[in-house]
């Protein structure tokens, strides 16, 4: 079985910057994709970002330029650096790897807001 526990989410004003780290663990075996998930409160889960096995790096169109996605296979984590963020950017944010299912954690909550 494996888990996975983000942390590092919160409530910061338009503008700020918030790191969300995921740690995994658990009878992982080798870690395919990695990526990064939203819900916003009333819509749909959407894709934030994913890494593949090969390394190829995908941002959904409204966090482009603004998120990062990291990975370190050493140590099992998965980050998401958040700058400039937007009121829209408020959602239950969850990390998920691939290994070789996916899994997901329970999501942590980032809000944006004055």
């Known amino acids: 079985q494996v888990q996975l526990v983000e942390s590092g989410g919160g409530l910061v004003q338009p503008g700020g910057s918030l790191r969300l780290s995921c740690a995994a663990s658990?009878?992982?075996?080798?870690?395919?994709?990695v990526a990064w998930h939203r819900q916003a409160p009333g819509k749909q889960r959407e894709s934030v970002a994913f890494i593949t096995s090969g390394g190829r790096i995908n941002y959904a169109e409204s966090v482009k330029g603004r998120f990062t996605i990291s990975r370190d296979n050493a140590k099992n984590t998965v980050d998401l650096q958040m700058n400039s963020l937007k009121p829209e950017d408020t959602a239950v944010y969850y990390c998920g790897i691939q290994s070789p299912y996916w899994y997901w954690g329970q999501g942590t909550q980032v809000t944006v807001s004055s």
């Open positions: 658990g009878n992982i075996g080798s870690i395919n994709g």
